[in-house]
């Protein structure tokens, strides 16, 4: 059920990304909210951390880059890593039990990475239709 929740919200952050070029991708309004593609980048870039790094113990480190990535980063490619690293926490949460414990000390264990995965992605998702709203006026899931 988790995972499950995860994908809508993903799916909802991915539709807001949706029909935009790469310039709107990029554009922000004034007052501190993130780009569209920010988002798509920050998320995957949470999903890595939390995932390869807290749970597999690998290094990992946080830049900030990912919220404002330059204008190199296609929608196209902020997309496709997305959805590629959904698929990779997906496929090690599916290979997991909710109850283990992560490779790092004194973190939770993956049903907590998870729900925090998911408030993580709900938070943004409402922040990137905030966004796309000012953007274009689009509205909704």
């Known amino acids: 059920m988790l995972l499950q929740w995860l994908d809508y919200l993903r799916g909802?952050?991915?539709r807001k990304l949706a029909g935009l070029d790469?310039?709107?991708a990029h554009w922000r309004p004034q007052g501190g909210l993130l780009p569209v593609i920010g988002?798509?980048?920050h998320l995957t870039h949470v999903e890595w951390r939390w995932?390869?790094?807290?749970?597999?113990?690998?290094d990992v480190s946080r830049a900030d880059e990912e919220f404002w990535p330059p204008a190199t980063l296609t929608a196209s490619a902020?997309?496709?890593?997305?959805?590629?690293?959904?698929?990779?926490?997906n496929?090690?949460?599916r290979s997991r039990g909710l109850a283990d414990v992560p490779a790092t000390a004194d973190a939770p264990d993956l049903r907590?990475?998870?729900?925090?995965?998911?408030n993580e992605t709900a938070r943004h998702a409402g922040h990137a239709d905030a966004t796309r709203q000012l953007l274009d006026g689009s509205t909704g899931e």
Request: aromatic fraction near 8%.
């Open 51 to 58: 995932i390869d790094g807290v749970m597999r113990g690998q």
């Open 39 to 41: 988002i798509v980048s």
């Open 112 to 118: 907590w990475v998870l729900i925090h995965l998911v």
């Open 12 to 14: 909802t952050v991915l």
């Open 91 to 93: 496929q090690f949460v």
């Open 22 to 24: 790469d310039g709107q």
């Open 78 to 89: 902020a997309r496709s890593a997305y959805v590629e690293r959904a698929r990779q926490t």
